[in-house]
């Protein structure tokens, strides 16, 4: 063991010795001596590389030497593979050092293994890569390789990062089918074909969906987060990156759209970049992205505007917005789908640091930006997000997960149950009060983007529909930014049993959280805008809350959950009476719904006005009733009077204080209050209990 250590030591000391200058000169040197075994000189050159690249990354002219030595396979091909995977870079990837790597890559020297990690690291520093437009220029070269069947699923990778328009040829699409028809069905192939069929669908018939899978596997994720958190510290200690900076009236800054190579692009979305020349733009009468400085200079040339090569770019540029939506194509809302999937999982489902991911949340943050601007959800987003919840802990990206969730499409409500609303009632039950009134308050801006965006949306369609399910869903997508298909299903029942799922679960929060107020105020909203669906938005059904929660709230302690209760009984009232003027058949009211109504304002008004709220009349049962004999000691003579106006808990207070500006400070003067009701509601109406003002006015009468 004592030699071990010595020599450990030893090789530590020498270690100390060797600069990363010499290390890079050893590998360049054409004379070096490339055997490996009892080659000290390569071990210490070759750690002191991979140190250097964990801990501070490798320059761009480092990168460029040892990649030209990587792509030549002088060495090993061990030794080869971790000077490939020592390739980190500090800033970026100078284009020249990929075309160097191709360049080895058309020659004999590399082996198919050699190859195929050169592949994969390209795939994996692609994002910073300085520039891309030379690089380019090696598709047609980087195509031939999709015959090696080790190397196939990595070049179908890079190609798709690469791919434009003009890139898709017939013979290319031949080449892909010929290798399916011999290998079968791959990820990788239907992926890259996938995009071809997004720029030219007259080009591919076959259908290229392949279900929920991913079309390419992660690169070794470690390698990747390494290489990102690199760069990123490099950015934080250099203060290089002022993107932030660039949109402050909503448009690129010429110093934003003109930076040199050297500027890495360590933001989730991308730089905005037009990978075409200039000389390309002017004979294709184009105008790129990246000349737009004012939204007028957008508006002179919207029909003549070249999107930028990597479409994710747009979410970082709000004015932008209006480009993709004035201009519907698919293949741009496509392209967009599949880079947020892939960098979705890539930013929260394989990242390994603690807490949340910055990255992730200002990536949600402009996903949420951008649907609240087509007032639309993404249903790549929604697909991700079906499956994120099963495992979410309901703690994560909270704030942007909910708000997410209440852009979702209409779907049948069995569906919708399983895939959303049953992972986030698991944990709506075992978490805190604050959390349920956030899932509450989430599925009041989920109903009200169903009555008022998807339910006319569906009914439009469903109006229009074809001969046939395809014909149907070409139609649904001319109203829609984003392909979906068409389901057919009943969307009254959808949201009629979403209201009562949601009312069951406000019953069982408000029992387990002991009528919590913020809890109990969070379950009126949602029935403030259930009770105006029909005069608001023409939904025909209406469901009342149950009897449970109205209770709750008409003899809790709490005002202002009173008057909101109250004005929700007169917002149902209004509701009938605009549905007995309609003339849609379908949207009038259910015998029992009407009936139960009737029992709830009976209740109310014996409570507030009359005095009876237990004393049992023909119309409403008594509330509190006795199946054996009523123990002596309880004293129940005067509880009718307990929920009057003047004597509820909620209410007291208000009393108190009218009666004592009205008679001095003797509050408890044995003044006649019935003559006082009216100016005591007055009163109540000027401390803003307007629910309270407007029942009595609307259901009692001389008042």
């Not at 789908?337 to 489902?349: A, D, N, P, R, T």
């Not at 009984?569 to 009938?576: A, F, H, K, S």
């Amino acid at each position: 063991m004592t030699g071990i250590e010595d020599e450990s030591r030893q090789n530590t000391r020498q270690k100390r010795k060797v600069t990363i200058a010499e290390s890079v000169s050893y590998f360049t040197n054409e004379a070096a001596v490339t055997k490996t075994r009892g080659n000290i000189k390569l071990q210490l050159s070759l750690e002191v590389i991979e140190e250097r690249a964990k801990e501070h990354g490798l320059s761009p002219n480092v990168i460029l030497k040892l990649a030209d030595v990587a792509g030549s396979a002088r060495f090993s091909e061990a030794i080869t593979i971790r000077l490939i995977k020592s390739l980190i870079p500090s800033k970026y990837i100078p284009e020249e050092a990929i075309i160097h790597v191709v360049s080895w890559m058309c020659t004999n020297k590399p082996s198919s293994t050699v190859k195929t990690w050169l592949i994969k690291w390209i795939i994996t520093v692609y994002d910073y890569i300085g520039e891309k437009n030379k690089i380019h220029a090696v598709y047609p070269i980087l195509f031939l390789f999709i015959d090696n069947e080790q190397m196939c699923p990595f070049v179908c990778h890079l190609l798709y990062l690469m791919t434009r328009k003009e890139d898709v040829k017939q013979y290319r699409v031949q080449k892909l089918l010929e290798i399916q028809n011999k290998v079968g069905t791959q990820p990788h192939i239907m992926g890259l074909l996938s995009l071809y069929k997004l720029y030219s669908p007259a080009t591919i018939t076959l259908s290229t969906a392949i279900g929920n899978r991913p079309f390419f596997h992660k690169i070794h994720p470690k390698w990747t987060q390494s290489v990102r958190d690199i760069v990123e510290k490099n950015r934080v200690n250099n203060d290089q990156i002022t993107n932030d900076m660039d949109s402050l009236n909503g448009f690129p800054s010429e110093d934003a759209t003109s930076v040199p190579a050297k500027r890495l692009k360590l933001d989730v979305i991308p730089k905005l970049q037009t990978t075409t020349s200039m000389n390309q733009q002017a004979i294709n009468n184009k105008v790129s992205m990246e000349q737009m400085h004012t939204f007028k200079d957008l508006l002179q040339n919207v029909d003549r505007l070249q999107l930028p090569s990597q479409i994710s770019s747009i979410l970082k540029y709000p004015k932008l917005y209006h480009v993709v939506s004035c201009l519907p194509e698919q293949t741009t809302h496509q392209r967009l789908s599949y880079w947020l999937y892939e960098v979705l999982c890539e930013e929260i489902v394989d990242y390994s640091g603690i807490g949340n991911n910055p990255r992730a949340e200002k990536l949600l943050q402009y996903i949420i930006n951008y649907c609240e601007f087509i007032q639309e959800g993404i249903p790549i987003c929604e697909q991700f997000l079906t499956r994120y919840l099963f495992t979410w802990n309901g703690m994560d990206y909270r704030v942007y997960i909910l708000q997410l969730i209440t852009r979702f499409r209409l779907w049948p409500f069995q569906k919708m149950n399983d895939l959303l609303l049953e992972p986030i009632h698991k944990l709506f039950f075992s978490s805190s009060v604050y959390f349920k009134c956030q899932v509450i308050s989430t599925y009041t801006q989920l109903l009200r983007n169903f009555v008022c965006v998807e339910w006319p949306r569906y009914e439009s369609m469903h109006q229009h529909r074809g001969a046939n399910i395809a014909e149907t869903t070409m139609q649904l997508n001319e109203t829609c930014l984003f392909n979906q298909d068409y389901e057919e299903f009943d969307p009254v029942d959808t949201i009629s049993q979403f209201i009562s799922l949601v009312d069951r679960l406000c019953a069982v929060g408000l029992l387990t959280e002991n009528d919590n107020a913020l809890l109990m105020h969070c379950t009126l909203a949602f029935y403030e805008l259930v009770s105006k669906m029909c005069k608001f938005y023409g939904f025909p059904n209406t469901l009342i809350p149950s009897t449970g929660i109205l209770l709750k709230a008409l003899f809790g302690s709490d005002a202002s959950a009173l008057s909101r209760v109250c004005n929700i009984i007169c917002n149902y009232r209004t509701e009938i009476k605009h549905r007995k003027t309609s003339d849609d058949k379908a949207a009038k009211f259910k015998p029992e719904v009407i009936q139960q109504l009737n029992h709830h304002i009976l209740l109310f008004s014996d409570s507030l006005w009359r005095n009876q709220a237990f004393t049992p009349t023909p119309s409403v049962a008594p509330l509190l009733t006795f199946e054996h004999k009523k123990p002596a000691e309880i004293d129940l003579s005067n509880a009718n009077d307990s929920f009057s106006l003047w004597k509820h808990p909620a209410l007291a207070s208000y009393a108190d204080s009218f009666m004592f500006n009205k008679q001095g400070t003797d509050a408890n003067t044995s003044a006649d209050r019935s003559l006082l009701k009216k100016e005591y509601l007055q009163y109540l109406k000027s401390q803003h209990l307007y629910g309270v003002h407007w029942f009595i006015k609307t259901f009692i009468k001389n008042v």
